[in-house]
């Protein structure tokens, strides 16, 4: 079966931390560029960070030095380790398989998971 699946989305209080994981089965991962999106209520969607089938990664300002993705080709998975969360990193995260486009960026594909609902709040 072709899916993603994320977890280790939950309640974290301000300055607090949490690892995201997105296993994937289905498809040729080590082949895919991988994406982590999220969105908050009355927000859209947007890329938080990327990493490509190098191993190369790429993240928005808002999380830059913060958060850390990376990748485990031989377990399928990718992962977001979050640190110092803020109440705006509140938002359900999803992950992405995609590719890079003749520039560089990362352009979404089709796949995507079911999401993980991160809450920070004291």
């Known amino acids: 079966q072709v899916q993603l699946v994320e977890s280790g989305g939950g309640l974290v209080q301000p300055g607090g931390s949490l690892r995201l994981s997105c296993a994937a089965s289905?498809?040729?991962?080590?082949?895919?560029?991988m994406g982590w999106y999220r969105q908050a209520p009355g927000k859209q969607r947007e890329l938080v960070a990327y990493i490509t089938y190098r191993g190369s990664t790429n993240y928005a300002d808002s999380v830059k030095g913060r958060f850390t993705i990376s990748r485990d080709n031989a377990k399928n998975t990718m992962y977001l380790q979050m640190n110092s969360l803020k109440p705006e990193d509140m938002a359900v995260y999803y992950c992405n398989a995609g590719q890079q486009d003749g520039g560089g960026l990362y352009v979404a594909g089709n796949l995507w998971g079911q999401g993980t609902q991160v809450t920070v709040s004291s």
């Open positions: 289905g498809i040729i991962f080590s082949v895919y560029s």
